[in-house]
């Protein structure tokens, strides 16, 4: 959550600090600000509302004198999005300013104390109290003062720092919020994700937890705890620049939801040899361990959280391992039962998100395994582990989930083969059968995607509606959690997601004549029962749109509508089902004039519990 972005060279700096923030907004964009250090001292810019707002302000004066400064982007936390609370934050002089991601769990107490000595505060932010902390320290070394300041503060954060005694020079530190250097020739940068700098430099270096740096025109430095010196390996980001630009589509979630078949054959990319083992690198720990496994407990949040679900179903088929699955946020409060044989599995597509890493170190803590499923190299998701699978889905900025969830997706039945291999659940030709299979569903998707108008049509009848019900029965039923859960925040339609026996047990009051119910009732061994659920639906005289198998022309008697996709078998049906999902939603959305790249209140990485 908030996107920060610093720039030390030669260059005016204003343009490029906005360019680096417009890749960043997917990270929050209820206020955003700059400040810019040049000939007339530190000045801060800020506006509340996206990009464009601060856009217009830097039109009228963009400081092409500055040549050093900050950029932020905001999801508010503490204190309403208004031009007081947005970033930077500046100290009583006005020389210093400042740029957080995350919280600072002891400001009220740091700021009352601040306040009993005589600082001014002018927001209602924790990020403040920081600025002011730099103040006090200050003693004529930007970095110095940093470092005691991180003494004085709790929480979790990443944050830079610019001074107008410093003019050249940014400092700052992280604790578990992510921030990367990008190396440039005369310059650097700072940021919370790769993006934000893409365009400008592929060479990037990692600031550490607990650690500090110091940037100017020609050096970046970082430091450990005791601000020792360290030496980083710089590294070549390979990833293509268009990653972050939309390429023609009107929103980088409909870019996201097409560019499917290729995250998953990416995914799947090596994992499955023709007729060998299922190969998982980067996992340490031992097949031996993992033979050994005897319960499986997946944490995870929001869309991860339902390709966790998926998971269990698929684990729970192929290696007869019992799956328990907790949203990461309760997992603390209650008193799990984790033994070592037990594998914690913690999905997350940005390896930030706060809830799920803290539930993964406590799994870890109380003697468990720990594997994550991330898409994001390096994050911290993947150090609070024994063992990583990574969804190669490539960026993804969208703030709703699509190819990331399909790659999770993919990973969780990957895990499933390797553990049915290992304790010998499946027979080797059925592993092979499934194996061969599943190579062959992104191309299934292309194919499916190239006639998806049904979606589109169906939204055009419905969008009005105030209410969906979704249904699902097994395997399906995180399909329809996911499809309920997309169409609700980006279209704010009131959704509920129900497994369809239990729908008679109370949801089905809500339904009257022309409620849209979604089904899904692909193949499997509870189609049939699906159907009577249907029936149910009908005899209310709700309206049923049904996702189902392509040959099953029986479906069109029993429901209003049909999305079909292409046939798979049971297990593997989630990677096909969910994606008419996604678009009902998206094209739903856009008929109601909603935002879909911002959709209200939400941000990409969620780095509060
Ligand atoms: C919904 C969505 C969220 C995330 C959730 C967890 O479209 O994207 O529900 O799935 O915030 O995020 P990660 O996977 O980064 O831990």
Redesign the pocket.
């Known amino acids: 959550m908030c996107g920060i972005i610093g720039y030390a060279g030669s260059r005016s700096c204003a343009g490029i600090i906005y360019e680096g923030l417009r890749k960043l907004e997917y990270r929050g964009y209820d206020s955003a600000g700059l400040a810019l250090v040049g000939n007339g001292g530190v000045s801060t810019i800020r506006a509340v509302g996206n990009l464009e707002s601060l856009g217009k302000e830097l039109r009228r004066n963009g400081h092409p004198d500055a040549s050093t400064g900050l950029g932020h982007t905001r999801w508010a936390t503490h204190g309403r999005p208004s031009v007081e609370n947005a970033h930077p934050h500046s100290d009583c002089s006005g020389k210093i300013a400042i740029v957080l991601n995350g919280i600072i769990e002891n400001y009220a107490d740091l700021k009352e104390s601040l306040e009993g000595a005589g600082h001014r505060f002018t927001s209602e932010t924790d990020a403040e109290v920081i600025a002011h902390l730099v103040e006090l320290h200050y003693q004529g070394d930007l970095l110095q003062a940093v470092h005691r300041t991180c003494d004085d503060i709790e929480g979790h954060f990443a944050f830079c720092v610019v001074h107008d005694d410093h003019p050249g020079s940014i400092a700052g530190a992280r604790r578990e919020c992510p921030l990367l250097i990008g190396i440039g020739k005369g310059e650097h940068f700072v940021a919370s994700a790769i993006p934000a700098f893409l365009t400008e430099t592929r060479d990037v270096i990692e600031v550490g937890n607990d650690e500090f740096f110091l940037l100017t025109p020609d050096t970046a430095q970082v430091f450990d705890a005791d601000l020792e010196p360290l030496e980083r390996e710089v590294t070549r980001v390979q990833w293509s620049e268009d990653a972050a630009e939309k390429g023609g589509y009107e929103t980088f979630m409909r870019k996201e939801i097409f560019e499917q078949p290729q995250a998953l054959a990416d995914t799947l990319a090596g994992r499955l040899p023709e007729d060998g083992d299922v190969v998982l690198e980067e996992m340490d720990i031992s097949d031996t361990e993992l033979a050994a496994v005897d319960k499986v407990y997946v944490l995870?949040?929001?869309?991860?959280?339902?390709a966790g679900l998926v998971g269990r179903y698929v684990i729970e088929r192929w290696a007869r391992v019992p799956v328990e699955l907790d949203i990461?946020s309760e997992f603390r409060y209650r008193d799990p039962v984790i033994t070592p044989t037990t594998l914690v599995i913690g999905?997350?597509?940005?390896?930030?998100?706060a809830?799920?890493l803290v539930a993964m170190r406590q799994a870890r803590e109380m003697g468990a395994k720990v594997l994550a499923i991330?898409?994001i190299m390096g994050s911290q998701?993947t150090r609070d582990a024994d063992g990583v699978i990574y969804t190669r889905a490539g960026l993804e900025i969208?703030?709703?989930?699509?190819k990331?969830?399909l790659a999770?997706i993919a990973c969780m039945q990957l895990l499933a083969l390797k553990l049915a291999q290992l304790k010998g659940t499946l027979p080797p030709g059925e592993v092979a059968a499934v194996a061969a299979e599943l190579r062959s569903v992104p191309g299934l998707l292309e194919r499916y995607l190239k006639s998806e108008a049904a979606a589109h049509d169906i939204a055009r009848r419905y969008f009005e509606k105030p209410f969906f019900l979704y249904l699902g029965r097994g395997i399906g039923l995180p399909v329809c959690l996911e499809g309920a859960?997309?169409l609700k925040?980006?279209s704010y339609i009131p959704t509920e997601a129900y497994a369809a026996g239990e729908m008679k047990h109370g949801p089905i009051a809500l339904l009257e004549k022309g409620s849209p119910v979604v089904v899904v009732a692909t193949d499997g061994r509870v189609y049939e029962k699906v159907l009577s659920n249907i029936q149910e639906v009908r005899a209310r005289e709700a309206a049923v749109i049904a996702v189902a198998t392509e040959g099953n022309k029986a479906i069109r008697d029993f429901s209003d509508e049909v999305m079909y996709v292409p046939a798979t078998s049971e297990m593997l049906s989630p990677l096909l089902a969910v994606v008419p999902l996604q678009l009902l939603a998206y094209y739903i959305a856009r008929l109601k004039g909603c935002n879909v790249a911002q959709p209200r209140n939400?941000?990409?990485?969620?780095t509060v519990e």
Do not use: P, R
């Open positions: 995870a949040c929001g869309t991860s959280y339902h990461a999905i997350s597509q940005s390896g930030e998100t809830d799920t991330t898409n998701a969208g703030v709703a989930a699509t990331t969830h999770q859960l997309k925040e980006i939400l941000a990409k990485t969620v």
